[in-house]
C-alpha cells in the first residue's frame, strides 16, 4: 500500500477512534525520508484547540520528571489516561507566570513578543479547564458499532507502525502546518439504565471543580427515584461565598398548638399509625422536620451557642478530597482522634497541604468533648448507656474515664453554682417581699427501699409559690442508720433556712422523728401532716383487713373513708378536737347511725340517705377490723393535726422529676448525686407554674390516665400542661465555659480547685471497711470451687 494512502486512510478512518492527541510518523518510502504530521489537538478534557498555523498557540510535550507528569495527568481530566510521546497540552493552559518571560509584560513594554513560548522547568498547568455543557456538533457523527470499530482501528494501526522507524527526540520540536479535528463525544444511554455516562462538565463562567457543586434540593417522582443526570457524588463547595440555602432547620415546626389526637399519638408508646400515615414516603415523615430555610453558618459563634452536625465518614472525606488552592484531587487523612474531635491533613497532587480540625478547643480540651458531658448529665442520662449508643453508632465519642473527668472538674461544680445562684435569687426575692412569712412542705426521698439506703434526701418546698427552696443530702454514714438520713435532713434545711426565711408552718408526713423533733425544737411554728399520706396509709390497712377472713364487705367502703379522711381536714380548719370527731363518727355511718355521734359532732351532715348500701352490722368481724383502724389512738391524735389547705402533693411530683435525673437503680458519688439533684431542683423551678395546654379553637387540653392502684379498672382525665422549657440547661452550659475559659483553664487547677469544693463531702462508706488483697480473693475463690 502506498504510504501516503496510508495516511490518508489513519486519517479518515482512525481519527476518530485515536486516543492520541498528536501522532507524527517518519515514513520510509523508495529511499527518502519523510515526515507526516497526522494531527495535533490539546490532549486536555474539553479542549479543541489545533495546531496551525495564525492559530496563536503553542503545544507543549508531558514533562519527563514523574511529579510534574502526574499533576498533568490529573490536569487532563481523562479516564485511563497514558501519555505517549506525541501528546501536547496547548498554551491556553497556562498562565503567564507559567513562562521565561511574561508575554504581557513584553507588550506593555512596547516590544513585540515574536519568538517561541518557553515553559518554566516546574510549570503545572494552572488554568481551570473550560468544559462546555453541550457539544452541539454531538450529534452530527454516526455512531460507529464498538466491535467492528475495534478491529479497524487495530489493522490500520499495524499497517502503519510496521513500517515507522525508531524514535528519534530531535522531531519532538517539528513544526505542524495542518491539523485535525477531534471526533467529539456523544452521549449514550443504555436502554435498561438509562443513566447520562458522559464526563460531568464545567461552563466558562463556572471555574470550580466538577466535583464540587452547590447543595441543591432535588424532586423525585415517586415512582422512578433515578436522577436523570448521575455524574459524581455531590459535595458542598468550599470556594462559595454565597449563603447555602435549603438546608434542613434547625428548630422542627412541631410546638404549634396540635389538637388532643395528635399529642395522644406522639405520648402513646403503643402507637400505631393509621392508614394516612401508611402513604407517606420515607422521605416525607409528616412532621416538618425537614425545612427549606437559610441558615448562615459563622465563624464566630460562641461555643455554646454553636450548633452541633452528624457528618458521615464518606461525607467528609468527599468534602476534604479537593484542595482548597487548586481544586486538585486530594487525600485526607485523620492524623489524631481526641473524644469528638479529629485533626485531618490533605495533600494535593500540586503539592499544597491544608489541615481541618472539626471543633474548636480550649487549650488541648475540644469544647464538644465537655459540652457533650454536660448534656449528658443534665438531661439525666445514664453516661455508661450513652456512650454505649455513641458506639453503637460508630460515632467517634470519649471513654467513660475522660466522662468522669469532665463531669467532675467542670459539669458538677457548674450544675452545683447554677443551683445555689438560683436558690439565693429565690431567697432574697422572699426576703424582699411584703412577708417573709412562708408555708413549706417538707418530704425525704431515699435512693433505695428498706434500710439500705445510701442516699437521703429531704427537700423543702414553699407550698406557696410551688418552688424548691432548699434540698439536703445526707448520706448513711453521716447519721446512726438510714432512718435517721430523714430527721438529719430536716435540721440542716431548717438550719439554712433559719437566715433568710420565716417558716411559719410546715406540712409533713407522720415520721415519729419529725413529730418529736418539731414537738420540741420548733413548738412555736405550725406542724401539720399531710392529708394523703394518712389517707393512704389507712386505704392500705384496710385493704389488708378486706383480705381476712370475713372482712370481704370492707373493700366497698375503703374509697369512702380515703374521701372521708380528705373532707375532714378541708371542712374543719384548725380545730383540732373538730377534726377527730368528724373523723371517728365514720365508725357510726358504715353502721347506718347517723345521730349522736359526739359533743363536738352530733350528726352526719349529708341528705338522707335512700338508696340500698352494704351496711357493716355493728358488732360484726368486719365492723371490729375497721373501728380498730380508724380508731387506733395513735391516728386518732395525728387526725387532730391534719392540714386544712396546704398538702405535699408537688413535693411528690418533684420526687418523680428527681427519679428521672437521678435514678434509684444507679448509683453516683456524692458530688454527681448533688448536682443532679440540682439539675432536677432547676428544672422543677423553672416550669412549676406551666399553664394547661389549649387546642387551635381555645379549648382546654386533658388527656386520659389510668392510676396504678386502680388496676385498669378506673380512667381519670389529668390537664394537659405546656411543653417544659429547659434554659437553665443553657446557664449550665454557659457556667461551664466559664469555669473552662477562666477560672479554671487546665485540669490541674480544676483538680485543685475540686479538692477544696469536696472538702465538706462525706467519706465513702467502704473507707472504714477491712482492706483485702485481690489476688487473695482469687485464691479463696479458684480453691473453693476446685474443692467441689
Known sequence: MHNSELIKRLYVRGSSQLSASVLCLQLRYRGYTRFYCIMVNCAAFGCNNKAGKGSGLSFFHFPKDSNLRK??????????FTPGDGHRLCSVHFSNKCYDQDPEMLSTLGLEYSFRKRLKPDAVPDIPLLLEEE???????????????????????????NETLPYDASLENISIPETLPTEPSKETRNKKVQVDIHPPQRTRSNQTDERIVSLKVKQRSFATQTDESIT??????????????????DEPEDNDEDSTEEEDEDSDELYLPDDS????????????????????????????????????????????????????????VIK?????????????????EFTWSSQPCHNTLPWSNLFTATAILTSGCNATKVLQVFKNMNLQMFTARTYNRLQAYYVVPSATKTWDFEQSQLLTEIKDGPSQDVVVGGDARCDSPGYSAKYGTYTIMDLERNKILDFQLVQSNEVKGSSHMELAGLKRAMAFLKDHVNIKTLVTDRHSMV?????????EKNHYFDVWHIAKGVSKKLETASKRVSGEQIRPWIKSIANHCHWTASSSEDDGELKQAKWASVVNHIANKHENHSRKYPRCEHAPINDERQWIKEGSVPYKLMKDIILSPFLVKDIAKLSPAHQTYSLEVFHSVVNHYAPKSTHFYYPAMHARLSVAALHFNENSGRQQATSKSGELQYGISYPKAKKGLEAVVKPKKTPPTFNY?????????????????????????ISVLNEDVPVPLTQNFEHFEKAALIRRHSSRYARR
Open 515 to 523: 413529730k418529736k423533733y418539731m414537738k420540741d425544737c420548733h413548738a
Open 336 to 352: 489524631f482522634f481526641r473524644g469528638t474531635f479529629i485533626y485531618t491533613s490533605s495533600k494535593c497532587l500540586n503539592g499544597h
Open 232 to 249: 459524581q457524588v455531590q459535595s458542598i463547595s468550599l470556594l462559595s461565598h454565597q449563603v447555602m440555602e435549603d438546608i434542613p432547620s
Open 277 to 332: 400515615d401508611l402513604e407517606v414516603d420515607d422521605d416525607e415523615d409528616g412532621e416538618g422536620e425537614v425545612q427549606t430555610a437559610t441558615y448562615k453558618l459563622r465563624q464566630d459563634t460562641a461555643p455554646v451557642d454553636e450548633k452541633q452536625f452528624l457528618v458521615s465518614e464518606t461525607a467528609l472525606a468527599e468534602l476534604l478530597s479537593v484542595c482548597r488552592y487548586c481544586s486538585a484531587e486530594c487525600t485526607p
Open 729 to 753: 440547661v443553657t446557664i449550665i452550659k454557659q457556667a461551664v465555659h466559664e469555669r473552662r475559659s477562666s477560672e479554671c483553664p487546665s485540669y490541674r487547677s480544676a483538680a485543685l480547685d
Open 135 to 161: 457539544q452541539g456538533n454531538s450529534e452530527k457523527h454516526s455512531k460507529v458499532r464498538g466491535a467492528y470499530a475495534k478491529r479497524q482501528r487495530a489493522e490500520v494501526l499495524n499497517e502503519a507502525f
Open 71 to 80: 499533576q498533568w495527568i490529573y490536569y487532563c481530566r481523562r479516564k485511563d
